[in-house]
Antibody, heavy 115, light 107 residues
């Protein structure tokens, strides 16, 4: 059974950093690109970043470029999202998903940026 | 960036109805279009991929179609479990973009 389990969310002050993790199981992680998608409270879905199966290629939405870094550890079957210089508009539930296919999603982790 | 204009934003419907939700792409995206269902407090669920293909486990009353730059999700014989928000996603080019969502609710 495919499982994606996010962790690392919580309350953080503006300008600070936070790192999200997504532990994958039930499939060969190293064969798949992965992505982060977020959803602000009561708002729609918003793509954040994608990483290729081997980590050699990454893509970001403009609003997070230079602040967020997507990475992966294939040996640990884990996806990461390092978020720096956080802003109030980054407040959202962050989902990891199997990129390209978007066929499996984690349960989401809430990130609240507030002083 | 490719804009996905989704309509309607809200769709009141009765059980047993046939309903259609549409996304219009601002540029050519081929068939790189997916549809998702999201229920309150839940993660999105893939419903349609490649514009017209039913994802695994999705009931056959759901279908996807394309007419030029217009992509549609149709639900035949609406059931109560179908009440949710539906989103389209283009993944033809970065940045990937979602439609704004359609809230399907009981009339």
């Amino acid at each position: 059974e495919v499982q994606l389990v996010e962790s690392g969310g919580g309350l953080v002050q503006p300008g600070r950093s936070m790192k999200l993790s997504c532990a994958a199981s039930g499939f060969t992680f190293s064969n798949y690109g992965m992505a982060w998608v977020r959803q602000a409270p009561t708002k729609g879905l918003e793509w954040v970043a994608t990483i290729s199966y081997d980590g050699s290629s990454t893509y970001y939405r403009d609003s997070v470029k230079g602040r967020f870094t997507i990475s992966r550890d294939n040996a640990k079957s884990t996806l990461y999202l390092q978020m720096n210089s956080l802003r109030s508009e980054d407040t959202a539930t962050y989902y990891c998903t199997r990129g390209g296919a978007f066929d499996y999603w984690g349960q989401g982790v809430m990130v609240t940026v507030s002083s | 960036d490719i804009q996905m204009t989704q309509s309607p934003s809200s769709l009141p419907a009765s059980l047993g109805d046939r309903v259609t939700i549409t996304c219009r792409a601002s540029q050519d995206i081929g068939n790189y279009l997916r549809w998702f269902q999201q229920k309150p407090g839940k993660s999105p669920r893939l419903m349609i991929y490649g514009a017209t293909n039913l994802a695994a486990g999705v009931p056959s009353r759901f279908s996807g179609s394309r007419s030029g730059s217009d992509y549609s999700l149709t639900i035949n014989s609406l059931e109560s479990e179908d009440m949710a928000i539906y989103y389209c996603l283009q993944h033809n080019e970065y940045p990937l973009t979602f439609g704004s969502g359609t809230k399907l609710e009981i009339k």
